[in-house]
T-cell receptor, first 115, second 119 residues
Framework: AQSVAQPEDQVNVAEGNPLTVKCTYS??????LFWYVQYPNRGLQFLLK??????LVKGSYGFEAEFNKSQTSFHLKKPSALVSDSALYFC?????????????FGKGTRLSVIA | GAVVSQHPSWVICKSGTSVKIECRSL??????MFWYRQFPKQSLMLMATSNEGSKATYEQGVEKDKFLINHASLTLSTLTVTSAHPEDSSFYIC???????????????FGPGTRLTVL
């Protein structure tokens, strides 16, 4: 079975400071990892994904995430937070080349960037 | 980019009535669509996986007779909440996976969601 853990319900950061949203995963094969962002009353917007290759993945809006196989982590990062980054962030995983299996989501982390 | 639409974006209905939610992939064909349900301040809960032209596969605990899913074409899937009750009030989100893709192109794209309120 595959699962995702986002240990923090809420992350608060001052505007201009770096931000990190944590994610760890558990799968029985090679992971296929995603980050999505959700704004109030909206669907999920794709930020970035990791399949293979470079462990540092760059995505939309200046976000990046680092895949760490030994720690089974895929933390989301941004060097300088903006107030507009305040939203709900979801990490998701599925096993690579696993057919039509859906994404499994973490419970989400609410990011609040304070001006 | 890949766009998924949902209609309606919100709906209010009386208890006992049925509500249909449409999910469309606007600029790509989707052999697989997924329906999720999200409660306030919670994560997405997968309800069912729908493949074009075949019956949907429901997750454990999801009533297939209550949540009817039809995936009649490569661009349209519908979720019908039958005999809705207040406990069915929720945010329903669909997702589509682009047909004929694998590896780097294999991404799920999400609709904007439909907020259902049952009075």
């Amino acid at each position: 079975a595959q699962s995702v853990a986002q240990p923090e319900d809420q992350v608060n950061v001052a505007e201009g400071n770096p931000l990190t949203v944590k994610c760890t995963y558990s799968v029985s094969g090679n992971p296929y990892l995603f980050w999505y962002v959700q704004y109030p009353n909206r669907g999920l917007q794709f930020l970035l994904k990791y399949i293979t290759g470079d462990n540092l993945v760059k995505g939309s809006y200046g976000f990046e995430a680092e895949f760490n196989k030994s720690q089974t982590s895929f933390h989301l990062k941004k060097p300088s937070a903006l107030v507009s980054d305040s939203a709900l962030y979801f990490c998701a995983v599925r096993v690579l080349n696993s057919g039509n299996t859906p994404l499994v989501f973490g419970k989400g982390t609410r990011l609040s960037v304070i001006a | 980019g890949a766009v998924v639409s949902q209609h309606p974006s919100w709906v209010i209905c009386k208890s006992g009535t049925s509500v249909k939610i449409e999910c469309r992939s606007l600029d790509f064909q989707a052999t697989t669509m997924f329906w999720y349900r999200q409660f306030p301040k919670q994560s997405l809960m997968l309800m069912a996986t729908s493949n074009e032209g075949s019956k949907a596969t429901y997750e454990q605990g999801v009533e297939k007779d209550k949540f009817l899913i039809n995936h009649a074409s490569l661009t349209l899937s519908t979720l019908t909440v039958t005999s809705a009750h207040p406990e069915d009030s929720s945010f329903y989100i669909c997702s589509a996976r682009r047909a004929g893709t694998s590896g780097r192109e294999d991404t799920q794209y999400f609709g904007p969601g439909t907020r259902l309120t049952v009075l």
